[in-house]
């Protein structure tokens, strides 16, 4: 019972709960990201992402292990990508750039949410909130870090990255089709790129120029309660 106490005394209980808050706050924007993939395809046709089940909100049904933990020491990273069979799409080319879009899209959407969301309970809190809002305001605060991390990660245009899909919408057919032939390729290259660490600093700069557009347009809810 002794050594038990001691572990408890000695336990970082305040870094346990930080990093539980950012697990909490990745496995959300995976999952939001994933599904708004999903439903953009089923929207346009194509009812794979349904069939296995990935149109839900349960995280499980979504996480990529190495690329969760990415995001919760890197700041960016990716879950399993979504099944799109693009021979649904009236249109493919643009079908598949637009289910591309709709998780950078949900992401970005999501952080200001939550940045909203936070402003109105830092309003709350001034004005006589309870002490336990100060859990909610931090844990909005990381979904909206990350979140944009997230989303801007993937607009990159490289494959197989969102931002690619986007992209070859814009190509040739022939160049096209000869790209998805090597996309398999894309994700050992590009882990060798994040490894180098090259891309840290640029997305860094990114994400917070976005944040500071975002936290200013959100914070109507904290004007509107503190006058």
Not at 82 to 104: E, S
Not at 125 to 136: F, H, K, N, R, V
Request: include cysteine; aromatic fraction near 10%.
């Amino acid at each position: 019972m002794g050594s038990f106490s001691d572990f408890a005394q000695n336990m970082d209980w305040a870094g346990l709960a930080d990093l539980l808050l950012q697990v909490a706050a990745v496995l959300l924007c995976l999952t939001v990201h994933e599904t708004c993939h999903g439903l953009a395809a089923y929207s346009l046709g194509d009812p794979t992402a349904k069939a296995q089940h990935r149109l839900s909100l349960n995280p499980l049904r979504h996480i990529d292990l190495f690329g969760a933990l990415m995001m919760i020491v890197a700041g960016f990273g990716w879950a399993k990508p979504v099944p799109v069979d693009m021979r649904y799409f009236k249109h493919p080319k643009t079908g598949m750039a637009v289910t591309a879009l709709a998780g950078p899209v949900s992401n970005l959407l999501l952080a200001y949410a939550a940045l909203t969301l936070r402003a109105a309970l830092i309003g709350a809190y001034y004005t006589g909130g309870p002490e336990g809002l100060g859990t909610a305001i931090d844990f909005l605060a990381m979904t909206a870090v990350l979140s944009v991390g997230l989303g801007l990660f993937n607009l990159i245009p490289f494959p197989p990255l969102d931002g690619s899909k986007v992209v070859e919408g814009f190509l040739p057919d022939r160049i096209y089709y000869g790209i998805l032939r090597y996309e398999r390729w894309g994700m050992l290259l590009l882990m060798a790129i994040l490894w180098t660490g090259v891309l840290s600093t640029p997305l860094a700069i990114a994400r917070d120029w976005v944040l500071d557009l975002l936290v200013k347009g959100s914070s109507w809810p904290l004007t509107l309660m503190l006058g």
